[in-house]
């Protein structure tokens, strides 16, 4: 699955992403990114609105999911639970990076799917602008079989 097939999906059946600007700027064995303007996203304040960047960052760790799942026919896939940690204002277009869980977190997804028909990573996503971490997101995603 490449980043534009992620970028299609997530448009097709998330049109909040649409309306969001965000864009599946990478997918590679390292993660995802995407991206986000702020015009969309903006708030009183001229910064992105919390709620935003928090959707923006649970989409990040979905598309990894879903890009590792590679469109499985009769797998669901749900975020468990969330939560969000603000450093710093985001003042402008910003990224969404989730990391790839390597060989174990996907062997342990895996293996739950398998046995249990619920499969669950753990996922930590970085908000950034530029160089700077504005935002830390970690995610429970989980695909259950149909």
């Given at each position: 699955?490449?980043?534009?097939?992620?970028?299609?999906?997530?448009?097709?059946?998330?049109?909040?992403?649409?309306?969001?600007?965000?864009?599946?700027?990478?997918?590679?064995?390292?993660?995802?990114?995407?991206?986000?303007?702020?015009?969309?996203?903006?708030?009183?304040?001229?910064?992105?609105?919390?709620?935003s960047a928090a959707a923006v960052a649970m989409l990040?760790?979905?598309?990894?999911?879903?890009?590792?799942?590679?469109?499985?026919?009769?797998?669901?896939?749900?975020?468990?639970?969330?939560?969000?940690?603000?450093?710093?204002?985001?003042?402008?277009?910003?990224?969404?990076?989730?990391?790839?869980?390597?060989?174990?977190?996907?062997?342990?997804?895996?293996?739950?799917?398998?046995?249990?028909?619920?499969?669950?990573?753990?996922?930590?996503?970085?908000?950034?602008?530029?160089?700077?971490?504005?935002?830390?997101?970690?995610?429970?995603?989980?695909?259950?079989?149909?």
């Open positions: 699955m490449t980043a534009a097939d992620v970028e299609a999906y997530l448009h097709e059946h998330i049109p909040q992403s649409i309306s969001m600007g965000v864009r599946v700027a990478s997918l590679d064995e390292r993660g995802v990114r995407l991206t986000a303007p702020l015009s969309p996203n903006i708030n009183h304040r001229g910064t992105v609105f919390g709620g990040a760790g979905w598309a990894l999911v879903h890009a590792h799942l590679a469109g499985r026919p009769g797998v669901r896939l749900v975020i468990r639970r969330q939560q969000m940690e603000f450093d710093a204002p985001i003042d402008g277009d910003f990224d969404a990076v989730c990391e790839d869980p390597g060989d174990e977190g996907w062997a342990q997804f895996e293996r739950g799917l398998e046995h249990m028909g619920k499969g669950r990573v753990q996922l930590r996503v970085r908000l950034n602008r530029g160089a700077a971490d504005l935002a830390t997101f970690d995610g429970v995603y989980v695909a259950v079989s149909a």
